[in-house]
């Protein structure tokens, strides 16, 4: 404990230090606040690959963290600690990297490999690719209200694949195609979380996939690996050329996407990707068919896909870390036609209000036509549901579209619409949980 408290001190008087070396650089000689920024983050980041070999006790580095976070926190409140909080754009990307250093320690105990490849992500590849972004950066895309480029978006994933890359060679024991192939497809994952993340949660959920995704793909023979990299790629080809034309998704929106199905495909199995490329691929052609007034065309956001996809991404999740696949796949169906059913009505609304009489049917009608184009095809290719789970998800999906309907109200205001209420992501989870209910009641059988 005494290390413990030996290595806090000599590293908190390092922190302290960048800190103020930054505010002098920026009060001294007026330098630009993201420059600054960036200094503290890469210096401090690279001083935290100590942490593994100096720190014994998780609870020393949640003590720094804390107190790093609050330090930080605190300067933005009293409008202190301009290199740091004096950006333009609206973050607290501060505040998680610490948080983020101590999860990547607590996590990474037994591999520390793991933990170096992802603090370089975050102190390296996350700081060059914005400076590079910002100096060079000529195409530019829209995720939210925020504008990233491509260029940046490619340094990241180059520097990222060397962060990664170099650990594994030189601290592990694994072949080096096996080092490369598991560098590239962490690498480019990474890079969607980054290009997606809003208001600084880069700084968490980057360094924290890598950790996770590094030490699963590792663990796999390279066959799979390359299978991997190839799913990848090829979900990333077919989801853009699908939203090119319709303009259904803007890039945001379309990455985001792109990577909640490839987790369908690599957390779940083909079977679990199939009835979310079923349903993209519905609303896609619903946009070609009926394609909205130029008033309401309102490309779908980062914000809204994940609201959308949130509940089926945690049935999902919870079916893979809990080895029970056959027990969350009805559920996993049930909030994918719930999201479907709110998406497909909210479109046709823009389109052509039906009569306010006509409404509630119509919106069950579409909610069991929703049901059945996620649900239908698995059943008919390997019978993987009994007649009563298909009529379970048709009927649970229907009520749900009619209650969804009746909270609209009978003069939607479509223009509100484009962020997704807090009563379809109730309702998609009020979805699925009824078919979990149902399936633990012994009242449907689980599907295969």
């Not at 605190?74 to 999860?103: C, K, M, N, Q, W």
Request: hydrophobic share 60%; aromatic share 10%; glycine share 6%.
């Amino acid at each position: 404990m005494a290390g413990d408290i030996r290595a806090m001190l000599v590293l908190g008087a390092v922190f302290a230090a960048l800190l103020a070396l930054a505010e002098l650089w920026k009060r001294r000689f007026d330098a630009p606040p993201e420059r600054t920024r960036k200094f503290v983050h890469v210096a401090g980041g690279l001083a935290c690959l100590a942490f593994p070999w100096v720190f014994r006790s998780a609870w020393t580095v949640l003590f720094m963290a804390v107190t790093l976070s609050l330090v930080i926190a605190l300067g933005r409140r009293l409008r202190l600690l301009a290199s740091l909080h004096g950006v333009d754009r609206r973050t607290r990307g501060s505040e998680y990297y610490p948080l983020a250093i101590f999860l990547l320690f607590a996590l990474t105990r037994e591999a520390p490999w793991f933990y170096v490849s992802a603090v370089l992500v975050l102190a390296v590849a996350d700081a060059f690719a914005a400076l590079i972004g910002s100096r060079y950066g000529r195409v530019r895309y829209e995720v939210e209200d925020e504008q990233k480029s491509l260029e940046g978006s490619l340094a990241f994933a180059a520097i990222a694949f060397l962060a990664i890359l170099l650990p594994l060679l030189l601290m592990t024991d694994l072949p080096r195609a096996t080092c490369a192939l598991a560098a590239l497809l962490v690498a480019v994952l990474v890079t969607g979380f980054e290009a997606v993340s809003l208001r600084g949660t880069d700084n968490l959920f980057v360094p924290l996939g890598v950790a996770v995704i590094l030490a699963k793909i590792t663990s796999k023979p390279q066959p799979e690996i390359v299978y991997q990299n190839v799913s990848l790629a090829v979900i990333l080809a077919l989801v853009a050329l699908a939203v090119r034309r319709t303009h259904s998704f803007n890039v945001g929106g379309t990455i985001t996407f792109a990577l909640f199905a490839y987790g369908a495909w690599s957390l779940g199995s083909e079977l679990w990707a199939l009835p979310v490329f079923l349903g993209f691929l519905f609303y896609v052609a619903l946009w070609l068919i009926l394609p909205p007034a130029r008033g309401r065309r309102h490309a779908l956001r980062v914000r809204i896909v994940f609201h959308a996809l949130a509940v089926p991404l945690l049935v999902l999740a919870a079916g893979n870390m809990t080895g029970r696949g056959a027990l969350f796949y009805a559920p996993f169906i049930a909030s994918l036609a719930a999201v479907l059913t709110f998406s497909t009505w909210n479109h046709c609304l823009q389109f052509r209000p039906p009569p306010e009489r006509l409404r509630p049917v119509l919106a069950g009608v579409v909610g069991a036509g929703a049901a059945g184009i996620v649900a239908a095809a698995p059943w008919t290719m390997l019978r993987a549901a009994s007649p009563g789970g298909l009529a379970a998800v048709a009927g649970l999906t229907a009520a749900a579209a009619v209650v969804n309907d009746r909270l609209i109200g009978p003069r939607p205001d479509l223009s509100s619409e484009r962020l997704w209420s807090a009563s379809r992501i109730a309702l998609t989870a009020a979805s699925a949980a009824a078919m979990w209910l149902l399936q633990a009641a012994g009242i449907i059988p689980a599907w295969r």
